[in-house]
């Protein structure tokens, strides 16, 4: 079972392709995996959501491609551009998710 756990929304700084762009506007939740016992399961979560897409221009171009978003509080996420009018994704762990692996 996965759960919302929590909501980021705000303006932060978007690496795409080797090209920084600040003040893109984002909105990610992120999903945690919950054993039966209802317990959280460790390297099993989402993060869903969508950035302002039309900051990249070739958009379209890009889908598939690996992003990384600075949140406005510091924090960094690496998703993937899943579609050209913004949507976002992250699932499981791995060297490109995490620190852990």
Known sequence: ?????EE??????LECGGAVY????YDVARYQGYSPA???VPGRFRL?????????????ERVGSSVTLGLDDGRSLRLTLVDSDGGVLAEGHGPSRCGCC
């Open 1 to 5: 079972m996965m759960k919302r756990v």
């Open 22 to 25: 600040p003040g893109v506007r």
């Open 48 to 60: 869903d959501g969508s950035i302002d897409a039309a900051v990249l221009g070739d958009a379209a």
């Open 8 to 13: 980021m929304s705000g303006r932060g700084r």
């Open 38 to 40: 209802g317990l959280p």
